[in-house]
């Protein structure tokens, strides 16, 4: 009997050993939004499989209670994407009771999530944290101050290395670069939030990102630090810069303040800043392509544009300025056609712009808004036509920043103020690019229509708005599963099941060991910052300098498809950037105003 009671228990054990290695290793996930649904939003989960486990039903199950309040059939087999041999869309949108919910489909169950209209609140603000943090001159965050002695001209009409002051923006990075097309595309966004969803954004801080309140939206503090800088980049109606410093920068890992790199001008005593000229740059041995300046210029038009009507009724000498650096930015643009792309000196990578009709549309689109000249309007049509579907959409690749900005905003600013035919035919622009994306997206369960390139999480909160203005427009809601798709892959919908924002939502799975000095040397959060997101398998394998400096949590869910790490090595991925972030500063927005108009919850 003891003989036959130790086999017993051998067995048992093995038994137990075998169900908690099953247990530890699951083959099957369910992916949701992170943050949660709102209660009359769309509402889809993915499923997705490396076995060959039958799912016939889903629940959804009340968290507090474990009462199932709704079964479902699963949805047909998509078949594989990435990791995933087999995948299904698990779609609960007819579900709008409040609370908090699990998935559950055969022995496969999601992590928590809420619904409620106030999922997405203080979600915004929560992401500025991130652009304060990347403040130069004064940075709030670190309360010290970094590269004061920017910086020394460079390729301009002045004698070269002239001292201009051009310190403040925003760095753009987890570098210290900083970018004239970036910075003017973020603090248009930030703008156009604070225009189009005021409500949303709160008063926590004050102008110099110190804690305290001073009667002005933190939004627009943050955009009126970006339009200071901007000034400085183009302090005369003929002078215009269009970055400071170049890829020497990269220098290994260390704090702002604290920048010692030599550009040639003595360790940490200023940087070079690099004048549009309207020619090829480059100041080693790489050179860009640039054929004029107007990509950028059409940039700060549309910028200082957008600030002159905010401020019309806040600053009136404010409004003035910016309203005449708007007209000569634009001036500008039109006197010197064409790209003007960043400048390299160490590696090929920079911002190779490829397109500028869709900057000069916007430009002239906001200073017809702000004066009411036919003429503005008409040259605004003019370049619309030129380019009526920004390139990258229905694309698999491009160069990095080929087609930016990532959405063409200029189609949407003229539809406020066109006529029947012509607002008809720029909202069919937005809807032909759409569908372009929708082609793509629609054969795989995770609606993933968007290239894997260089800053794949740009393109989908931007993706995401060109959906949500079309859907405003039109009234059409054709694309609204696309348009939530694109949403929830920010926040974890996406084979990876992570959030792409460092702490949002602050219990979730999201960004940590992000490629930045401050995470290396400091550990301290990037509170609010969106990584690049997930690049092409041959894309990642290719690229210069790129070493993981711990195992990869992810390593099942990456595939010659796309891969992503949370790794401080891989600055191909999970590097945050500014711009990015201050595109879903407005996605977020819009999805917190969108709260309060959603339909009456159902009881």
Not at 299 to 307: E, I
Not at 358 to 376: F, N, P, W
Request: charged share 20%.
């Amino acid at each position: 009997m003891k003989t036959i009671k130790t086999v017993f228990l051998f067995f048992l054990v093995q038994f137990s050993a075998i169900c908690i290695s099953a247990q530890e290793k699951p083959e099957s996930w369910i992916r949701i939004n992170q943050m949660g649904y709102l209660n009359s939003a769309v509402k889809v989960a993915v499923l997705g499989s490396k076995n060959s486990e039958r799912f016939k039903y889903f629940e959804l199950v009340d968290a507090s209670s474990s009462k199932v309040v709704l079964k479902k059939v699963v949805s047909k087999d998509f078949g594989a994407y990435g990791p995933f041999s087999r995948s299904f869309r698990l779609d609960f949108t007819e579900f709008r009771s409040a609370g908090t919910y699990y998935l559950q489909a055969g022995s496969v169950r999601s992590t928590e999530f809420k619904i409620g209209n106030d999922t997405y609140k203080g979600a915004a603000d929560f992401a500025l944290r991130y652009m304060r943090q990347q403040r130069c001159g004064y940075n709030p965050y670190l309360r010290k101050t970094c590269h004061p002695l920017d910086g020394y001209t460079v390729y301009g009409p002045m004698p070269e290395h002239t001292y201009v002051d051009v310190t403040g923006g925003w760095h753009d990075a987890s570098d210290y670069l900083q970018y004239s097309t970036t910075s003017a595309n973020a603090t248009y966004n930030l703008l156009a939030a604070y225009r189009d969803f005021p409500e949303v954004f709160v008063d926590q801080y004050l102008t110099n990102g110190l804690d305290g309140r001073n009667g002005t939206p933190d939004v627009l503090d943050e955009a009126k630090w970006g339009l200071d800088w901007l000034l400085k980049m183009h302090p005369r109606k003929d002078w215009m810069f269009n970055q400071i410093a170049d890829d020497r920068d990269h220098a290994g890992y260390h704090m702002p303040d604290v920048d010692s790199v030599d550009y040639g001008f003595g360790k940490g005593t200023g940087r070079p800043v690099y004048f549009i000229t309207g020619e090829p740059q480059g100041l080693g041995k790489f050179k860009n392509k640039a054929t004029g300046a107007a990509s950028t210029a059409g940039k700060f038009a549309s910028a200082f544009a957008l600030a002159s009507q905010v401020y019309n009724s806040k600053d009136q000498f404010l409004a003035d300025t910016y309203r005449s650096r708007s007209l000569s930015a634009y001036e500008f643009g039109l006197a010197k056609p064409g790209l003007a792309q960043t400048a390299s000196v160490k590696s090929p990578y920079i911002y190779a712009e490829g397109n500028w009709v869709d900057d000069m549309e916007l430009g002239a689109a906001s200073i017809y808004q702000l004066t009411g000249e036919k003429k503005y309007l008409e040259q605004g049509l003019k370049y619309s036509k030129e380019e009526t579907i920004t390139p990258w959409f229905g694309a698999d690749t491009a160069n990095h920043y080929q087609w930016y900005p990532f959405l063409n905003m200029g189609h949407y600013e003229l539809a406020q103020k066109a006529n029947g035919e012509e607002k008809a035919k720029l909202i069919s622009y937005y809807k032909a690019g759409i569908e372009k994306v929708w082609q793509k997206a629609k054969g795989n369960a995770f609606y993933r229509g968007i290239p894997f390139i260089w800053c794949s999480n740009n393109l989908t909160a931007a993706f995401a708005i060109q959906c949500y203005l079309y859907r405003k427009m039109s009234g059409d809601d054709t694309y609204i599963q696309l348009e939530q798709a694109s949403f929830d892959w920010l926040f974890g919908l996406n084979p990876w099941g992570t959030s792409m924002v460092f702490g949002l939502p602050a219990q979730g799975e999201t960004p940590v060991d992000t490629h930045s000095s401050f995470t290396l040397l400091h550990n301290y959060p990037l509170d609010g910052g969106l990584v690049d997101g997930p690049v092409y398998g041959n894309i990642f394998n290719n690229l210069i300098g790129i070493k993981l400096l711990q195992p990869d949590e992810f390593a099942e869910f990456q595939s010659k498809l796309a891969v992503y790490h949370d790794d401080i090595g891989d600055y191909s991925t999970n590097e945050p950037t500014m711009d990015g972030t201050a595109t879903l500063i407005y996605l977020l927005a819009a999805k917190e105003n969108d709260s309060g108009e959603g339909a009456p919850e159902k009881k």
